[in-house]
């Protein structure tokens, strides 16, 4: 297929001060987690990107000096001459696909708490960013930057950017985002200076000025120097010469950049969920910018849809087309519209289990794209698969995210495959919960695999098949795979040793399969939630907005604690608020009978009483493995039905999230008839010699 004439236009190169990107799709600065320790690991996943059309890719953040220190966080760094080598890999990945190479030069000022460095975070006037947010609290203040401070951080600015020349890279960042420390300069509430840099806005713009040009210079003018900003406060106070301090700023600095990064001021409102924020979110905040400027100007607003990209350029918002969710779950998106073959785009569902990953500080995995972070330690490609190693009929029972992962990678490579599901229509947990308050968008996560499935004529699917022990011995297949998922169960919480406790099978008792089936239609509801992911403020909401008085009670400090990994916790709190949901944290359910339920701090002990007609506990999954373990029972019989290996896989085997299953579904299929390994995946390594980039294994 061809590409359609209307989308021609995300093709066109883009001048970027000395450089030019090749085209309009660009990969913004986005954290892998895969710090300069996994420098392979690092570039491989960047260059997939390259490889897939992105035309320019980034790092994330990179820090320029020990008192930018975000551990417990992966921490990528420029620190000295030692570190280039790890960085050239990436550029030198990137630049084989034709894609420019961009490095976020970054300092985190108050932002860090220097945990591992132990020097005191510098800041404009001593004040911290967001010190009380549940999620960075900590008890390290920063430190009033003095005179000498200013000279020593335009130093190490200046020399970050000579090395990340010296690595290859074309485009070198400024970042003035997120609450680090150029950020905060640019904030009256956490810039109280009286001297140049301070007060006006010309003053508190005064600092990225300057960097910028010692960048410049540092690089002798060889590189794009980018400056990424954030607007969403500075949009929201009033300028004293223009519509806002927004407008006043990007005046102030209007072309002195080669290109300006726009985006917002956090992570819950920079990347937010797609069950509290559409396509295209932060247009509100960065629309003015491309006026103000003759510089080419790049945003982001998780865009999937090639029609979306053209009205943002065709409408002047965005020249470039910025993404990081889109780009890890579909690094071929690009090369997808320039083949016309939009319609195979693996969509981002907007779950933000990627940013999760980075909160966790390990390194990133998507739910859609089960290869991000295995291209090179597993060697995974997502559009290239190793062809079949046998002949083998492969029957897998289950079509959920794990069956149909599997199914399809296991038809890319040729298998002859079969997928048996009980129900009339596929899917698993995702036909259900795609319809709770807000998940409509994770249903990509479905459409992408059947879509794939519909291209491949050696995948048959049979519905309304309930499997039994002898309908799989009798089927045929040399390969079984169980994908059976897992179910709710009714197990209260043992508060002391915080694991599942006795069941509680009473009147009035259900769980989120319940809730699914229509069972739960009298109210008050209590929703006790020790799971602590979407689940529970799901259901709360979606019983609330049936009409039932609803609580929610949990022995987290928070609701839905989890997810402030996933950013959406604060838009849970504002979910939960507009259906009049009652929160109670830190007690547990020890008690239900039929009317009242018995709610006990966990930490005091002290009790309360809540008249309820339901309790809904969203607690412990338990792993339909029944087929899996009467099938090896079996196991002596398998060799006269020509069976060789019974597998259980997903929610089966360990219930987990979406992308737990699909990620096991497509280790099954990628790794089947594989030569065996000791190693699950290749180690990455360090290089330590910064003049030879020697290489020494990690002991
Ligand atoms: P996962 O997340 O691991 O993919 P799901 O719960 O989403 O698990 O999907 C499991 C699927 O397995 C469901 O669609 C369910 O209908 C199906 N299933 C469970 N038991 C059987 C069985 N005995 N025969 C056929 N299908 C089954
Ligand atoms: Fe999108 Fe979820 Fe993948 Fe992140 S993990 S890129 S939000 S699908």
Not at 574 to 595: I, K, P, W
Not at 640 to 655: K, W
Not at 671 to 677: A, E, G, N, V
Request: aromatic share 8%; charged share 20%; glycine share 10%.
């Amino acid at each position: 297929m061809a590409r359609k004439p209307r989308f021609d236009i995300l093709f066109d190169p883009v001048r970027i001060g000395p450089v030019t990107a090749p085209n309009r799709f660009y990969q913004v600065p986005h954290a892998s987690g895969m710090t300069n320790t996994m420098p392979h690991g690092r570039a491989a996943f960047r260059a997939m990107k390259a490889a897939g059309g992105w035309g320019t890719v980034c790092t994330g953040a990179v820090s320029i000096h020990p008192s930018s220190d975000d551990a417990p966080l992966p921490l990528a760094r420029l620190w000295s001459d030692a570190d280039i080598p790890t960085h050239a890999l990436m550029t030198d990945a990137v630049h084989q696909h034709g894609a420019l190479a961009g490095i976020e030069l970054w300092h985190g000022g108050a932002g860090t708490m220097n945990r591992v460095s132990r020097i005191p975070p510098l800041s404009p006037s001593g004040l911290g960013w967001m010190p009380t947010h549940v999620g960075f609290i900590g008890n390290q203040k920063s430190r009033a930057m003095g005179r000498e401070d200013f000279a020593a951080l335009r130093g190490w600015y200046a020399g970050a950017a000579r090395r990340a020349r010296q690595a290859g890279f074309d485009i070198v960042y400024v970042y003035a985002g997120m609450g680090y420390l150029l950020h905060e300069f640019l904030l009256p509430a956490l810039n109280h200076r009286t001297d140049a840099y301070g007060g006006s806005v010309a003053n508190r713009c005064r600092l990225i000025g300057e960097i910028i040009e010692d960048m410049r210079g540092a690089t002798h003018g060889a590189c794009a120097i980018a400056l990424r900003i954030s607007l969403e406060e500075l949009r929201a106070r009033p300028g004293l010469h223009a519509e806002s301090e927004a407008h006043e700023v990007v005046m102030a600095l209007s072309d002195q950049p080669d290109l300006w990064d726009v985006k917002m001021d956090s992570s819950p409102s920079d990347c937010p969920a797609s069950r509290f924020a559409a396509e295209g979110s932060h247009e509100p905040v960065i629309d003015f910018v491309r006026r103000l400027t003759t510089r080419p100007v790049v945003g982001v607003g998780r865009f999937t849809s090639p029609d979306a990209m053209v009205s943002q350029i065709r409408r002047g918002v965005l020249d470039l087309i910025g993404a990081a969710r889109p780009s890890i779950a579909d690094p071929f998106l690009p090369r997808k519209i320039d083949a016309g073959c939009e319609d195979d785009i693996r969509e981002c569902i907007g779950c933000n289990i990627c940013i999760a990953s980075w909160h966790e500080g390990v390194p990133i995995r998507c739910t859609q794209n089960a290869t991000v972070g295995e291209e090179w330690r597993r060697g995974w490609h997502p559009e290239i698969f190793v062809p079949r190693g046998s002949n083998d009929r492969v029957l897998i029972v289950g079509a959920g995210p794990a069956g149909l992962e599997c199914a399809l990678t296991l038809g890319r490579r040729f298998y002859d495959v079969a997928v048996a599901d009980r129900s009339g229509q596929p899917g698993g947990r995702l036909v259900h919960e795609t319809k709770l308050p807000g998940l409509a968008a994770w249903r990509r996560a479905l459409d992408y695999r059947l879509n794939g499935l519909r291209a491949l004529a050696n995948v048959s699917m049979f519905l309304d098949s309930d499997m039994k022990i002898d309908d799989i011995l009798a089927f045929g297949a040399e390969r079984v795979v169980i994908a059976t998922g897992a179910e709710w169960t009714r197990a209260l919480y043992d508060a002391r040793l915080e694991v599942p406790g006795p069941i509680l099978d009473a009147p009035g008792v259900f769980t989120p399969d319940d809730v699914f089936a229509g069972r739960v239609t009298t109210g008050p509801v209590l929703v006790f939630d020790y799971e602590n992911y979407y689940m529970a403020g799901c259901i709360a909401e979606q019983l609330a907005r049936q009409g039932l008085q609803v609580t929610y009670a949990t022995p987290a400090g928070h609701a839905s604690a989890w997810s402030i990994l996933t950013n959406e916790q604060p838009r849970v709190y504002e979910a939960l608020a507009a259906q009049g949901v009652a929160l109670h944290t830190t007690v547990a359910v020890s008690g239900f009978d039929g009317g009242v339920a018995r709610l006990v701090n966990i930490f005091t002990n002290a009790a309360r009483e809540i008249s309820c007609a339901s309790l809904v506990i969203v607690g412990h999954r338990s792993g339909r493995d029944a087929l899996h373990s009467g099938l090896h029972a079996t196991r002596e019989t398998w060799a006269d039905h020509g069976i060789r290996d019974v597998t259980c896989i997903g929610d089966a085997a360990a219930p987990g999230a979406i992308v737990h299953a699909i990620h096991a579904g497509a280790l099954y299929a990628r790794d089947l008839d594989m030569p065996p390994s000791d190693m699950p995946y290749a180690l990455d390594e360090l290089f330590t010699d910064p003049v030879a980039g020697a290489i020494r294994e990690i002991a």
